[in-house]
């Protein structure tokens, strides 16, 4: 049987390059969207609205009284309730809630996918990389690793992500793809100590977190499986998949 062809888009910039609308696309922005999004979802949100702008997201937040929040350049947006921190999304917080969710990255390669009719889309992160990936094998369907990186540069923690996935899923695709190669290269030297690997080579959103104290926000990003879920999005909400 002819195994699904899988890539990797290592920028948006580059996602005009694929196929989108015949893949299953995974939105990957590890610093920190998608790694918030599993934990709001893990933690009880009852859904999450990604949306690409701060004026929608206090717009729409408004209107359905849910809790507004996202990130520019790192920081609380002008306007917001919350930031982009999985730490603000405790259980005890966000359980049965509604979360409108805005940052510089992620949220707008999500609406590329979907303006790109996008077969399916699904968000990925360290904390819930074995969801990602047990999914992907079980829809045995074209696969775009989809890299949300800053501000259309490539970053490491994306790649890294995208290369883990290869990592785990390989024998299940067929995958002939410099950039997926080059993912899965970088991880298996990062593999060990992904902080200190991100640390060592003064990585970008590294620095940049770090200068906002923010190393816990880090290394929680970057550990697997904290928020165990499947980050399924359906008409215009992302959702935690049934098991």
């Known amino acids: 049987m002819k195994k699904p062809e899988l890539f990797t888009c290592l920028s948006p910039a580059l996602l005009h390059l694929y196929d989108v609308s015949s893949s299953i696309v995974v939105i990957i922005d590890v610093l920190r969207a998608t790694s918030t999004i599993a934990t709001a979802l893990h933690n009880g949100a009852k859904h999450i609205i990604p949306v ?28 917001l309730e919350h930031g982009n921190s999985p ?47 047990n999914y992907l094998i079980e829809q045995n369907q074209p696969v775009i690793l989809g890299c949300a990186a800053w501000k259309d540069r490539v970053n490491i923690e994306d790649t890294l992500f995208a290369g883990a996935v290869v990592s785990r899923i390989k024998e299940h695709f067929s995958i002939n793809c410099d950039s997926s190669a080059i993912a899965e290269t970088l991880y298996n030297d990062a593999k060990n100590n992904l902080y200190e690997f991100m640390k060592t080579k003064n990585a970008s959103h590294y620095l940049r977190l770090t200068n906002y104290g923010l190393e816990k926000d880090i290394r929680y990003c970057l550990t697997a499986d904290g928020a165990d879920v499947l980050c399924l999005f359906e008409d215009g909400k992302l959702i935690a998949a049934k098991k």
């Open 52 to 79: 690409d702008s701060v004026t929608e997201c206090i717009r729409l937040g408004k209107q359905i009284d849910g809790i507004t929040a996202g990130e520019r350049d790192g920081k609380v947006a002008e306007g």
């Open 87 to 133: 730490f603000e999304y405790p259980s005890s917080f966000i359980k049965n809630k509604v979360l409108v969710l805005t940052t510089t990255n992620g949220t707008k390669l999500l609406h590329m996918a979907l303006d790109k009719c996008a077969k399916g889309i699904i968000t990925g992160s360290f904390p819930n990389i074995s969801a990602v990936c």
